[in-house]
């Protein structure tokens, strides 16, 4: 089948992107607006982009009305948290994935614990093993409405016994991965293959 992108609608070709670049780290971004609503917000358009300074990448599209909270909250604010997604989170992401009213905070409607970050107002998710305090580095227009916010990590907290050897252990812990659709994987099939 050969398809071209210039000939799909805004949906189709969600679709197909999400479905064929997989699976997708899932940022669980917590971010605070200036009114002081704590968001909490799923995005697998995420990576890293650069070790040294650390940055991270989000890509975040916008909604109906403008821009999403995330979005927003970063721009105005200068700050956000980066919270690593495991199976126990899953319920949060669905219920922070929903569109809500910025005075809305998806993070007491799932009803998350608020972990006091080191560098940033921020607070991120003590349920996540894994915490990237983060600034804004810059914000990139997409055409078609969207963003590609680049973020500096200023500040890693690990949960004890994950850290090993200078690096998380990815055996210390189950990963979630966004597809295509509602549909996510663990990270469980593990291998190791060096190079020669």
Request: charged content about 25%; overall charge neutral; some cysteine.
């Amino acid at each position: 089948m050969e398809i071209d992108p210039a000939t799909l609608d805004r949906k189709s070709a969600y679709h197909l992107m999400i479905s064929a670049i997989c699976p997708r780290p899932i940022a669980f971004v917590t971010s605070l607006s200036t009114s002081g609503v704590l968001n909490a917000a799923p995005f697998s358009y995420f990576n890293g982009v650069s070790s040294s300074p650390p940055i991270i990448s989000l890509a975040i599209g916008s909604k109906k009305t403008g821009r999403k909270d995330t979005w927003r909250n970063i721009e105005e604010t200068g700050e956000f948290v980066v919270n690593i997604v495991t199976p126990e989170l899953m319920d949060a992401v669905i219920i922070g994935a929903h569109e809500h009213p910025p005075e809305v905070s998806e993070f007491d409607l799932a009803k998350l614990t608020r972990l006091p970050s080191s560098k940033v107002k921020v607070p991120g998710i003590a349920e996540s093993p894994i915490q990237l305090e983060c600034v804004r580095h810059q914000i990139v227009p997409v055409d078609g409405g969207g963003a590609l916010i680049l973020g500096r990590v200023v500040h890693w907290r690990v949960k004890d016994g994950l850290f090993r050897d200078g690096a998380v252990d990815p055996r210390a812990l189950t990963f979630v991965g966004r597809l295509g659709g509602e549909l996510y994987d663990k990270v469980v099939d593990i291998f190791e293959r060096r190079r020669a």
